[in-house]
């Protein structure tokens, strides 16, 4: 959540799908996928909110680890203690999948890459920490599942948050002032003159 919206989009730039070149993947760590750090890194963020009564996270994942210090295991012990409900949504499926990516001659092309979904580790994660699971293969699904959760959990968040911005407004101020005073001066000297 951030009100800084050249921020975001500037990360929102920089987000790009790891490219394929005849079927393999061209750098396999922009595939790699540490469930058990972003899961930690979460209960980190949450466990600084003292004034809420439900703490939630909602973890969407295919639920493949392939790197990562924490496992997913040891974050899913951390969120049991701290009281916070995983909602897991799996999104994707196991077996071959279309890729777009870049030939060797730098052309934009389709490939198939081969992929895989844990969704037992995510029904596993929703379970032990008393969320639930959703597995969703299009956008209105996963529009449901949010709504779903939704639905079950609502808390309201006192924050404080702080605008940056500068005042204009006083240089047209003083030229306004000017003007007025112009305006009521020059209907004066044209009085004098016609008299």
């Given at each position: 959540m951030t009100l800084d919206h050249r921020a975001l989009n500037a990360i929102i730039d920089d987000v790009h799908v790891p490219g394929t070149r005849k079927g393999e993947i061209v750098d396999e760590m922009e595939t790699?996928?540490?469930?058990?750090?972003?899961?930690?890194?979460?209960?980190a963020r949450l466990e600084k909110q003292t004034n809420i009564t439900s703490r939630v996270i909602i973890l969407l994942s295919d639920g493949e680890t392939n790197t990562g210090i924490i496992t997913?295991?040891?974050?899913?012990?951390?969120?049991?203690?701290?009281?916070?409900?995983?909602?897991?949504?799996?999104?994707?499926s196991t077996g071959r999948a279309k890729m777009r990516?870049?030939?060797?001659?730098?052309?934009?092309?389709?490939?198939?890459?081969?992929?895989?979904?844990?969704?037992?580790?995510?029904?596993?994660?929703?379970?032990?920490?008393?969320?639930?699971?959703?597995?969703?293969?299009?956008?209105?699904?996963?529009?449901?599942?949010l709504a779903a959760i939704d639905e079950l959990e609502k808390t309201e968040i006192d924050q404080q948050i702080y605008l940056r911005y500068k005042e204009y407004f006083a240089g047209f101020l003083v030229a306004g002032?000017?003007?007025?005073?112009?305006?009521?001066?020059?209907?004066?000297q044209l009085h004098r003159g016609v008299v």
């Open positions: 790699a996928t540490a469930v058990g750090d972003g899961l930690a890194m979460a209960c997913p295991e040891k974050a899913t012990e951390i969120a049991k203690q701290m009281g916070i409900k995983v909602y897991t949504i799996g999104v994707g990516g870049v030939d060797m001659f730098g052309r934009s092309s389709v490939g198939t890459v081969f992929v895989s979904m844990d969704e037992a580790a995510l029904k596993k994660i929703a379970k032990e920490t008393g969320g639930s699971y959703y597995n969703v293969r299009d956008k209105q699904a996963l529009e449901n599942a002032f000017a003007l007025c005073f112009l305006a009521c001066l020059f209907p004066a």
